[in-house]
């Protein structure tokens, strides 16, 4: 696959540049709708917001991003389009599905129940990468499917057997979501055994545990770790996830590691009650706190210049570019 798929047409593994894998222009939980009290920013105030970000991303250097937002949390293709083509920046959306549990499942559960589920779902995913997403034109460029903690349930794994021949069917690379953690080395188990390559594959939220043999089970299982949650400090320490990747960048993975925060910009309907939560989040969870916050820190623990390059440059480019990863020890 040497072309990748942009909202605005387009790029090449080599034209990326400094990537950040896992952020997000906006997300709508499913029911948000329902609460025309509380819409959220306008439009208008939206694009603003986004546009200041990816400002912010630009300054920092990076000239690429992936917006996994599955289909089923708000997704809005046009909207990322018209904020990549003011900024004349690189934005790569997805085709998926979310997890179970927080997801758009009531309705595909519904058409289960009448038959063809993976067949759909499928077909869904590989005419959002061939054709276009609804009369937008606008291609995905990867796949995102998600998980619950600790587990895939009987329709997640619906979505990921219909993801898998997805990938096959177009070459795409998938992309996941985890909780706290866990289930990434059985979402790479299930994926490979409906013949998607490993390496085309980056389980995400990797950075949720701390426990190392996971990270190398997934490491040497030949798939993409994603420590896509720095300043998510609610959920866990900075300190947890440097120290855990430090320590794959010294056993030899580095390769194997692509970063980002999963910051959400703008959120459609108000989720939080408190907006102290929000204001919180904003002072780390913000897609400049890799380069200014984190990594001298990576540095002071040892990394190098080329090893930090390689989470920001050239894994992304190797994922897309579909290159296979040497052995692991």
Known sequence: MGAIQTVTGTTTPDQLG????????????????????????????RLAICVDRIEEMKAHGFTAM?????????????????????????????????KESDG????????????????????LFIRELRDGIGSTGIRAGIIKVATGPGR???????????????????????????DQGTAGDLQQQLLTQHGVPAHRIAIGHSCGTADHEYHMRIARGGSYLGFDRFGLDILQPDSERVTALL???????????????????????????????????????????????????????????????????????????????????
């Not at 992936?66 to 046009?78: A, S, W, Y």
């Not at 758009?104 to 077909?123: K, N, Q």
């Open 104 to 123: 758009g499942a009531p309705y595909w559960h519904l058409r289960a129940s009448f038959g063809g589920a993976v067949e759909g779902i499928a077909e």
């Open 247 to 329: 320590r794959l960048i010294e056993k030899g993975a580095g390769a194997q590691v692509m970063v980002s925060h999963d910051s959400v910009w703008c959120w459609l309907g108000e989720p939080f009650a408190n907006p102290a939560v929000l204001e919180a989040l904003r002072k780390t969870n913000h897609p400049g706190h890799f380069s200014t916050r984190i990594v001298p820190i990576l540095k002071e623990g040892g990394a190098s210049d080329a090893q930090i390059r390689a989470l920001l440059v050239d894994n992304p480019r190797r994922f897309f570019a579909g290159e296979k990863l040497p052995a692991l020890a």
């Open 152 to 178: 895939i349930t009987d329709y997640e794994r619906l979505v990921f057997e219909a993801a898998a021949q997805a990938a096959l069917e177009t070459g795409a690379p998938i992309t996941t979501h985890t």
């Open 18 to 45: 400094p990537t950040l894998v896992h952020e997000h222009l906006l997300i709508g939980y499913p029911g948000w709708e329902a609460d025309s009290i509380r819409p959220g920013p306008s439009r208008r105030e």
């Open 66 to 98: 992936i917006d996994p937002c599955p289909n089923d949390l708000g997704r809005d293709v046009e909207f990322m389009a018209e904020v990549a083509q003011r900024t004349r920046f690189q934005i790569i959306c997805a085709t998926g599905l979310y």
